[in-house]
């Protein structure tokens, strides 16, 4: 069989993290790529259908934005609802969205450990934004396609939630997860099943933060708004 050029012409220009897989290249299913989302709400499959799965993705979408615009120190000061008018008056979230904030959620994380290291980082980097190129072999798993790939790069794209810099200039890599579970899920169930949903996603957010600020984060954390707690991966 023969490679090449063709298969450089088979690859998008531009991925977003939340469509890559170790096969992505190789399953045909490249034309449906999407350009504007930045937020990728997965819910489990028991959510799929009704009004609850709406409201559910609701509240994770407006407590998502939440964290987003946020100031945290607003937050650990004044209280969730004053900021939340706050955001609601200057424009950064709409009358909508502030409704379906998850005050109890958000005021858990305000009361975390986490918030409490993101308030004492030296630098905190919210939103980061990227477009990073990633060898395109490592998104094929067939071993020929794997060489003709060898000297091609893919665009990569994505939003980090959230960096920090400690006292000892190592970073810390944090992504929000409003995902919901069924009540019968134990802390450890949940765990896992974020670890597992999420572990390749943030392998590749790694990869960005090391090509953005020339080394890897030190931790990698998913604080999980169900558990209210983090996951380490």
């Known amino acids: 069989k023969e490679y090449g050029y063709r298969d450089v012409l088979g690859i998008p220009a531009k991925l977003t993290v939340s469509k890559l897989y170790p096969s992505v290249l190789d399953d ?44 945290l120190s607003n937050v650990s000061q004044q209280g969730v609802e004053s900021e939340i008018t706050r955001l609601c008056d200057r424009g950064f979230i709409s009358k909508q969205v502030a409704d379906d904030v998850d005050r109890d959620r958000i005021g858990k994380f ?38 003709a790939l060898s000297k091609t790069e893919i665009f990569v794209q994505g939003v ?26 134990s802390k450890e169930q949940i765990a896992q099943a974020l670890k597992k949903r999420y572990a390749l996603q943030l392998e590749y957010y790694k990869k960005a933060v090391k090509i953005m600020f020339g080394r890897e984060p030190e931790e990698v954390l998913i604080y999980s708004f169900a558990l209210s707690d983090t996951v380490s991966l």
């Open 110 to 147: 305000i009361s975390s450990e986490l918030c409490k290291r993101i308030l004492l980082a030296r630098r905190v980097y919210k939103e980061q934004r990227f477009n990073v190129k990633l060898p395109a072999s490592e998104f094929t798993e067939n071993e020929e396609r794997k060489e």
């Open 160 to 185: 980090i939630d959230l960096v920090f810099e400690r006292e000892d200039s190592s970073l810390v890599l944090v992504d929000y997860k409003t995902d919901s579970f069924p009540k019968n899920y």
């Open 28 to 71: 045909g299913t490249l034309g449906e790529e999407l350009d504007g989302a930045m937020y990728d709400f997965v819910l489990p499959d028991f959510m799929n259908e009704g009004r609850d799965a709406r409201a559910g993705a609701r509240r994770g979408t407006a407590t998502h934005l939440f964290m987003q615009f946020c100031d």
